[in-house]
């Protein structure tokens, strides 16, 4: 059946390369136009201060949320003496009923563990009550724009729609008119509109629960508290050392520590990584050969320097020594 | 004597145990050898010989602690070792600038590969050992590199046993910018 | 004339191994003083650092390169990097020493001691105009100990001090540990010295413990501060404006509250004679 789409503007009398080469330049500016718009506004915030009294559940809640805030709590009704760990699974104490010097959110905990179970199970058997008791790190980090807003979200859905709507009402209307007029040549134009609606949707989904902002900040409590990684496996920390360790790194920072028990129960031995100074991977080359001696090959380039190690001004250290 | 040649003599005296053993052994020899007239000898011979040496040993001390802080496995490794290795270094070379502890330390760190080489001192795998350490201090000093090394023995890992166990491992380097990372990839000793 | 400055407290030599304790009692410690050395020519994360310390912290740099006393003259790279960083961070004051630590190409690698000469204090005001022809940033100077006694002295310690503190217009860093050690190693009265020392210029002071070796005591910022030290601190607030006092612990580092009890004894000091 022929349809008679007497259209006549400058679209519709553009030829096939000609629109395509305009319809290339449209989907660009729009997408560009799209990517700048649906953007973090945190980007080039100053960060907030690090405050005198860390709560390390709310770090914990912004670092991975409920679940880690779990473990943050399981961690130190075991360090206070409320749980303990046997075997593969935690239990309570029964001796310690007195739940008057715990927090609400661990007092929830405790009161959950009536008989022993597996950290994990538990942990994603309770995260929905724990909800409530995080809502008021959530309302914090929210305030801080820490974590990434709800409303931000819906503007990046309108933007993205919009950008959708042009895109694909310019394609889809040449499609119609080409269709009407029997040309069969749209392989390149549906092709087009695939990969922009493809773009598009990476645009809107590619959000993550934290802001820039706040990826910035817990990469700052991170720097600033690296030293309490070493000083939870090599000193005497403090029980407040040790919640924070775990609140601001993770359980992984308790491998090898008086508590490793802990953390093999969420890495288990044989999925253990091996790393290195400041972190890498191992991945075995087997069957090569080497060799007798040891040789380097260097390709580097040095720039600017990094300073590090200790000595202030004085102290010459004497002639002291053995 | 001007101010300037009274430094650079005693930049000399505390940095040079040769030129100091030879200038307090006979300061008007020596003090000619640098234009000095024999008044401006005179004087600086009535520095302290002890307290010069006490400054003297203690500017090495210093560099001494500051280079164990770059290199803290090969000081374990070594034992009273690592300071007499470095005493024998310490003459033939003095780094400057801002980060002359650094450079210190990687210069200390070939000499000690070098008489692992050549002369073989324990523990065998200490010349590894070093240039391990070494390369990550070079890493940090850079802001883009890359570097791969073939070690005979496993020293990328922590202290134990093993690592006097002989196992090739190639390591990598690589930093973009953020801090160095280390890829590690082992082999297997050929088959005999 | 230093008046105008503001007092800053009881403060901390910054020391990277102590950072993540320091951000956990913060409210310990009322300023740091950073090794300008350690943020020179350094890369991001070092720099970042810097930052966050400045953001948290008000910052006193406290150089130890330059090498004031240097009669060949400063190292204009030095001066190069050492410029944008005052910039950066806008203290209030900074310090360096009254020593040299380079001469004929050789890096000394310590703060060594100058003649007390009228040569000596002429080098020093001359370096330290070219400083502030790259920035003005109230300069500050410390006395260091020395081990060697440089002959052809023509004035005492605290006269070359005092005529270079007025001639270049600068504040005093005093090192009540220096101080204190260099009396006992060589024979001097800690009170005489402080009577002929410029009142109005003791703007900041340092203190720490060292340890004896060989019938010497050493200034190895490495042990607590001993009673004497105290006491000298405690007649040197008496009789000075000091705005700021730093522990200056390097190595042999104790558990923090142990740092913290002594910066608590020093702002108790301050207190009581404020």
Redesign the interface.
Known sequence: MDVDISAHNIIADMSGVDFLLFYGCIITITLLTCWKLVKDPTKNQP?P??P?E?DAYEIAYLRSGVSEVAKVVIFNLIQSGYLQLTGQRINRISNQDDLSQLKPIECEVVSAISYSYEPKVFISSISQKLEQYCAVYKQRLNNEQLLYLDNWQKSNITIVLIGAIIIFGLGAYKLLLALAKRHHNIGFLIAMGVVSTIFLLWLVTKRSRISYRGQAYLQ?LQ??????KT?VRFAIPSI??YS?AVGVFGVETLAGTSYDSYYKLFFPPQIAR?T??????????????????????????????????????????????? | MSLLQTQQLLARLYTNTEFRERFFANPQTVGAELGLSDDESHQLAQLSVQDVNLFANSLKWKRLGEVRQFLPRTHLALGKNFNALFWKYAESYIPSGIKKHRQDAIAFADFIAKVARDEGIEPPWVGDLVRYEQTWVLAYQASIYLRVCWFRYPVHQPENSDICIEKPTILVWWRFLGRPCLLICKGRLPYK | MFSHLPTLGVGLGFREVCKSDLFLNRQQVDFLEIVVEHYLDVSSPKQEELEILAQHFPIIPHGINLSLGSAEGLDRDYLRKLAPLMNQLNPPWWSEHICFTRAGGVDIGHLSPLPYTKEAVEVVCRNIAEVRRWFDVPLILENITYMVTLPGAEMTEAQFLTEILERSDCGLLLDVTNLHTNAVNHGYDVLDFLGELPSQRVVQLHFVGGHWYDGVLIDSHSQPTPTEVWQLMAEVVDRFPVKGIVLERDENFPPFGELVAELQQARQILRSHS
């Open positions: 960060l201060l690090i005198h860390l700052q720097q600033t508290f690296v030293q309490l000083k407040a050392d924070l091996t290195d100074r400041n972190g890498s991977s191992d991945s075995s080359g087997g069957g090569s050969y080497c060799s007798s001696s040891s040789s380097c090959n260097s390709s580097s380039s040095c720039s600017s320097g990094n300073s590090c190690g200790g000595g202030g001004c004085g102290g010459c250290g004497g002639g002291g020594g053995d």
